[in-house]
């Protein structure tokens, strides 16, 4: 089994705008205008529904906003907000991000190799998605990503763990370029007290 492992930029901790504007298109169906709107405010995030950001954003806005949707809507629903804003940004990576030759390839490859070339290209971008953190990716059965000091677990305390965004982001990408049935499911995470948030792949 071999590890993938990539640090964030030390001091930068940014995410990329998914975590954000993913969230904002997912609210309104689910819970109307202006409860999205209340919510936003809420993470102090209000003017991201009238000029969604463009670029890399800082975590502590994402951290805030997802501690929001957990204390206002309760972890259920707020776990579902999370996994449709997670399947989406999947899907605009797919769409806008990995290069179709490339998701062809994949397609075609047996679903181990094809996991480890997915892994390797998540693992170079990992900071992007899990700003401060850390994150570690091995090949094996099943695969195991992890993320420790996950800022979606930042002074948050659960008896469930809390990472629906990343589980249903990872779980669309495999999917879609390694197995139709692959499935990912958070078994720790440092909202539960674990050392880090760790996901397993299986197909």
């Keep these: 089994m071999s ?20 969230v904002a298109a997912v609210l309104p169906p689910m819970v109307g205008s202006r409860a999205t709107l209340a919510l936003f405010e809420a ?46 940004t999947a899907d ?18 047996p679903a181990r ?4 070339v997915l892994l390797r290209a998540i693992t170079r971008h990992a900071w992007t998605f899990s700003g401060s953190g850390v994150f570690v990716a091995k090949v094996g059965r099943p695969v195991v990503l992890t993320i420790r000091n996950n800022p979606l677990c930042v002074a948050t305390q659960s008896e469930q763990p809390v990472c629906d965004f990343y589980a249903a982001s ?5 999917r879609v370029l390694v ?25």
């Design 43 to 88: 993470a102090g995030l209000a003017g991201y529904l009238r000029q969604a950001p463009q670029g890399m954003v800082d975590e502590a806005e994402v951290v805030r906003l997802h501690r929001v949707l957990r204390t206002e809507l309760g972890g259920a629903l707020a776990g579902d907000v999370a996994r449709r804003a997670g399947v989406r």
């Design 3 to 22: 590890a993938i492992a990539l640090h964030g930029p030390a001091g930068k901790g940014r995410i990329g705008p998914n975590a954000i504007t993913q």
């Design 170 to 174: 990872f779980e669309r990408l495999f």
């Design 179 to 203: 197995h139709p049935q692959a499935r990912v499911t958070e078994t720790d995470c440092e909202a539960c007290g674990a050392s880090a948030c760790r996901f397993e792949v299986r197909w």
């Design 92 to 109: 605009y990576l797919l769409a806008n991000r990995i290069p179709k030759p490339v998701q062809l390839l994949l397609r075609l490859l």
């Design 113 to 116: 190799l094809a996991a480890w």
